[in-house]
């Protein structure tokens, strides 16, 4: 049973074989190209190894369940990821358009789609460019010896440590109050700060430096980008085996809990990990693809791509425990001294007389004869297991426990330099796709005129980014960001993967996508890439995006403010969002799903209302495609 | 002279013990914790006599420098309640009558002021020789004349901008040398006398690859 929407006029839309294959041979330099397959790869492997491999995946294996986890998320990987990414490859190799060049290929009314994703794209890249803005301030941050993260500040008179700093510790001092200077709840802009803006145009500018031409300059860019993260993450991995406790770390990450397999939870959040790892529904990777020859594999391609984002979640998940094992190690083994030495200044035992190994005898053999005396002490209890879950995710295991780590390691600022360079290569290739997914779409669309450079396009989008992306640089910027990260980029790629996939397989028809890929690749796809494409996929992404949808609408909406006043600090306190931020947030994640069936409905009541001009536009579009790109061909020539 | 000698030997623990109670201590003394295992580890020397006599004297210094009196000797120190922990408590006796006390403020200043000196003649630190009750004077923060992350942020934004301008010089270039190569063709091409737009079109791909036949032709039809 293959259900198809009526989708008439498809046919003068879209090129047919002979004309891609003609395409093929006679545009030189028309379209922009690939220099080599390599770059390709680079290119999508970069975007979709992202900053969340690095600290999003180990906290989720962490804390659900471990070596368990690894089923649910490598069998969403095969089920949800491949096919998903398979798709946008074969439908941007086929129609050689940007993501709003593609749908509106397919249907006219589906240009929402596109320019949803567009926006999605847009707001994703403020926020995460600003994360990079963060890095880099952390890395130009790194050239002094001692890092300036390890040590409380001292006070006016030099009796003692800045409070603030005292009370919690200086990684997140730097963090909280040197960085981000933040206020103490969202109401509280508190105005730019002067070196955050500076870090923001520093990021900004290393962005259109390296997009300026569009793939051209990117290409070039991604042979270090992408690559080297994969170097450092092998040299902290060689660093990190090496130190104590590091085994601790990794046992910990990867001991099974099955009964994890049991909550939903875990699968949903396997999903989601799936999903937003592999940058879907951004329109960045429809647009990369597009410029491959028309009989690339990409087929091959999807699937060398979910192996590598796979293989680097999980690498970077080894590496990133090892290290968190060291700091767990290194934080217990200060409890247990400080406990010793207050029990040795207490009893007036001699110096080596309470070692770690005898530390439990001993306290239980002083607490039977002086209870008393122990009460008085007030003894931590150092708990390994405690210090290991305390594994942070995103910004947090970034800049405070890792620059922790970081700091108790020889030659601190070198580890230092290393490690934010490979955040910043990280984030900067996946702004490279978000960069794209917004610029070839405007184009398309022609929001710009032809004759502006390409440099300027890039320039026009870098700028206006940044403009809005300085709301970040206030001191409650990272709230803003918070809400960001929580809305922008969550539902509305949800919606657009769905629809995505009911556009090719039920609006283009899914014997049409079967023998174009046929046509591009030699072979058709086999019964594994119909089942996930027609059912499988639309159903999980729909599950995911029921949960999310109502777990959002459901619970109160909060967020974690850093407040020296509060009675908990340094424990961050929860405050609930003021009423208007509802506005922003419908704005954040409503506005991008609600353009889809908004231009929809626009289309139709244009259409409706110009019906008469509606056959002479149809022989328009069909010269129209052609001449468009014979049109590139010859100002390329020029 | 033998009884006065005998006195004087049973008198000298009696006078010392008031010196070590509670009460004086709290008053007049200040406790010392002395943790020589963990700051040298291996190389860790014992605690004995000596060194107390050692501590005693740098003590002594202490008060010699504060005070520029260069009366004060060893037998001033007084130490008390000497535990295995190594933790003992010490008074100071003023020079000139032995049974006065100094305050407890000029031994902390007297202390603090040659703390250094203190700490490197054990070879121990702040915190491993540890004055209960006096606080250690933190080392001023390492301050800079410009902050060295400025530094490296001027040298990698000098960077994008030169890869700026030189990309968008390029750009220009190539330009403006088309635009030059342009006038220059079409000059040409009025002195030929060639046909139109499609003509042209035809032209170029013609030079591009002579062995095609006329694919110019499949495109005028599609048109």
Redesign the interface.
């Known amino acids: 049973m293959k259900l198809q929407i009526p989708n008439p006029g498809l046919e003068e839309r879209i090129p047919s074989h002979a004309e891609l294959e003609?395409l093929e041979e006679?545009q030189?330099r028309g379209r922009p190209q690939w220099d080599n397959k390599a770059q390709y790869m680079l290119t999508c492997v970069g975007f979709c190894v992202g900053l969340g491999n690095v600290w999003r995946f180990p906290y989720l294996c962490q804390s659900h369940g471990g070596g368990a986890f690894m089923i649910p998320f490598l069998l969403l990987l095969v089920l949800e990821g491949v096919p998903l990414l398979h798709l946008e490859f074969a439908i941007g190799q086929r129609l050689r358009k940007a993501s709003v060049g593609v749908w509106r290929s397919i249907n006219p009314y589906l240009v929402g789609v596109g320019i949803s994703s567009t926006l999605v794209s847009y707001m994703v890249g403020m926020y995460y460019n600003t994360i990079i803005a963060w890095v880099?301030?952390y890395?130009?941050?790194s050239?002094?010896d001692p890092l300036p993260w390890s040590q409380c500040?001292?006070n006016e008179n030099?009796?003692?440590?800045v409070s603030e700093c005292a009370r919690s510790s200086p990684v997140d001092y730097f963090w909280y109050r040197k960085t981000l200077n933040t206020s103490t709840k969202i109401e509280d802009s508190g105005g730019l700060q002067w070196w955050m803006v500076?870090?923001l145009i520093?990021a900004w500018?290393?962005l259109?430096?390296c997009c300026?031409?569009g793939i051209e300059?990117t290409g070039k860019a991604v042979y270090i980008t992408s690559t080297l993260p994969y170097v450092v993450l092998t040299i902290f991995l060689i660093r990190g085996l090496t130190l104590k406790g590091s085994m601790n770390g990794i046992k910990f990450l990867f001991t099974p809990d099955l009964n994890e397999l049991l909550n939903p939870a875990t699968w949903l959040d396997a999903g989601a990990q799936v999903f937003y790892s592999f940058s879907l529904a951004f329109g960045g990777l429809i647009s990369f693809s597009s410029y491959n020859s028309v009989h690339n594999n990409c087929e091959q391609d999807a699937v060398t791509i979910s192996i590598i984002n796979g293989f680097t979640s999980i690498y970077a998940a080894i590496v990133i425990y090892s290290i968190i094992g060291f700091r767990a190690t290194e934080r217990f083994d200060d409890c247990l001294s400080g406990n010793i030495?207050a029990l040795?200044?207490a009893?007036?035992?001699?110096?080596?007389n309470i070692t770690e190994s005898n530390y439990n005898e001993v306290l239980q053999s002083l607490n039977s004869t002086s209870p008393e005396i122990i009460q008085a002490l007030s003894l931590k209890t150092c708990d390994m297991q405690a210090l290991l879950s305390q594994g942070v995710e995103g910004t947090g295991l970034a800049f405070i426990v890792f620059t922790e780590a970081i700091t108790k390691m020889p030659i601190s600022p070198l580890w230092a330099m290393l490690f934010f360079i490979m955040l910043f290569c990280l984030g900067l290739s996946t702004m490279f796709g978000s960069v794209e997914g917004v610029v070839m779409p405007l184009q398309d669309l022609n929001v710009f005129p032809k004759t502006w450079?390409k440099?300027a396009l890039t320039g026009i989008v870098c700028l206006a980014s940044f403009a809005i992306a300085l709301i970040f640089t206030q001191r409650s910027g990272e709230y803003w960001l918070a809400l960001f990260d929580s809305f922008a980029g969550s539902i509305p790629l949800l919606i657009i993967a769905f629809c995505e996939m009911i556009a090719v397989c039920y609006i283009y028809g899914i014997d049409r996508f079967n023998k174009d890929i046929e046509f591009m690749i030699g072979h058709k796809p086999n019964i594994f890439w119909q089942a996930t494409w027609r059912v499988i996929s639309p159903l999980i992404v729909l599950v995911i995006f029921l949960f999310y949808l109502v777990s959002t609408a459901t619970k109160e909406l909060t967020y974690i403010a850093w407040n020296p006043e509060s009675d908990n600090f340094p424990m961050l306190e929860t405050m609930f969002y003021p009423g208007w931020i509802y506005v922003i947030i419908f704005i954040l994640s409503g506005v991008p799903a609600l353009i889809i069936p908004l231009v929809a409905v626009y289309k139709y009541l244009w259409k409706s209302c110009c019906r008469s001009d509606n056959t002479h536009k149809k022989s328009i579009s069909t010269?129209s495609f052609?001449?468009s790109e014979?049109l590139t061909?010859?100002t390329s020539?020029? | 002279m033998w009884v006065w000698i005998v006195c004087l030997l049973t008198a000298a623990p009696a006078l010392a013990e008031p010196l070590c109670s509670k009460e004086v201590c709290d008053n007049y003394g200040y406790k010392v914790r002395i943790s020589i295992k963990t700051a040298l580890g291996d190389k860790a020397y014992e605690w004995n006599e000596s060194e107390m006599f050692l501590f005693r004297a740098t003590v002594a210094f202490a008060m010699r420098r504060y005070t520029s009196d260069e009366t004060y000797n060893v037998s001033d120190i007084v130490v008390c309640n000497k535990t295995a922990r190594v933790s003992f408590w010490f008074l100071v006796t003023s020079p000139a009558n032995t049974a006065q006390l100094v305050p407890r403020g000029q031994v902390e200043a007297a202390v603090r002021l040659s703390r250094n000196r203190i700490n490197s003649a054990f070879l121990l630190t702040d915190q491993t020789l540890q004055f209960v009750g006096i606080l250690p004077t933190l080392a001023p923060p390492i301050s800079y004349d410009t902050p060295p992350w400025l530094i490296v942020f001027g040298v990698v934004m000098g960077v994008v901008c030169a890869g700026i301008i030189t990309l968008l010089l390029s750009t220009l270039l190539k330009r403006t040398r088309s635009k030059k190569n342009l006038l220059e063709t079409e000059e040409e091409e009025d002195r030929r006398g060639s046909i139109t737009a499609n003509g042209r079109l035809c032209e170029s791909l013609r030079e591009k690859d002579p062995g095609r036949g006329h694919p110019d032709d499949v495109h005028l039809s599609k048109l």
């Open positions: 003609e006679v030189a880099m301030w890395f130009f941050n050239f002094q500040p001292v030099r009796t003692g440590l500076i870090c520093a500018m290393v259109w430096v300026i031409r300059t030495v040795l200044n009893f007036h035992l001699p110096e080596g450079p440099e010269v052609f001449t014979m061909l010859e020539d020029r």
